[in-house]
């Protein structure tokens, strides 16, 4: 029943260690966008994919990579996390220009 | 640019109480106007949208009108219950050149329904 899936749903990992936050959608969407969020605060995108296009946003760190390796799937990498990332990471699809639907969300920890 | 203001929260309100969340945008063309809403550790869901000037939203009774000539979005609610205690964001999505589209959230309202 589930149409965007995040997994893991927590992440704890150590400062400046590697890590990734997967989505898959079951709805065939050909946008996929990931969101940062932090507490109390409003979802900040950082990139999203049109099809196979990357769309980066200006403000978004390098820290932060992305790979979509087919329609279903994409991934959000934090290649050395700081403190200052541990958030809320939202996936989210749509088709074309249209609503967005949210996945549940990957809270991650950094120690 | 465009932008979304919503008002500051916490709104607390007593179960059966009217509600009221104001959002007022500022945006080129005519954009989409949206409100989500985020419960307690999951992610966002939408609650109702219109597409169009005098279009009203709604949904599990909820309603927000698109008024074009006050750039407003506002969200109502006639009574509301403790199962409707969230975080609400009013977005809005101006179409953007070269496909897909950036939505822009505003800073969310929590609300706290009181039995």
């Known amino acids: 029943d589930a149409m965007v899936i995040q997994n893991p749903r927590y992440q704890v990992t150590q400062f400046g260690k590697p890590v990734t936050l997967s989505c898959s959608q079951t709805l065939n969407h050909n946008v996929m966008y990931w969101y940062q969020q932090k507490s109390s605060q409003a979802p900040k995108l950082l990139f999203h994919?049109?099809?196979?296009?990357?769309?980066n946003e200006a403000d978004t760190p390098d820290n932060f990579q992305s790979r979509r390796p087919n329609t279903s799937f994409c991934f959000l990498d934090i290649r050395s996390p700081g403190l200052g990332d541990a958030a809320m990471y939202l996936c989210?699809?749509?088709?074309?220009?249209?609503?967005?639907?949210f996945g549940p969300g990957t809270r991650l920890t950094v120690l | 640019g465009n932008s979304v203001t919503q008002m500051e929260g916490p709104v607390t309100l007593s179960e059966e109480a009217f509600l009221t969340i104001n959002c007022t945008y500022t945006a080129t063309g005519y954009p989409s106007l949206f409100w989500y809403v985020q419960y307690p550790g999951e992610g966002l869901q939408l609650l109702l949208k219109a597409t169009k000037a005098d279009d009203k939203g709604s949904n599990k009774g909820f309603e927000a009108t698109y008024r074009k000539e006050t750039t407003s979005f506002h969200l109502e609610k006639g009574s509301v219950q403790v199962s409707d205690s969230a975080v609400y964001f009013c977005a809005l999505s101006p179409l953007e050149i070269g496909g897909g589209f950036k939505t822009i959230f505003g800073a969310g309202t929590r609300l706290f329904v009181k039995a």
């Open positions: 989210a699809t749509s088709r074309g220009l249209a609503v967005q639907y």
């Open positions: 994919y049109y099809d196979k296009d990357f769309n």
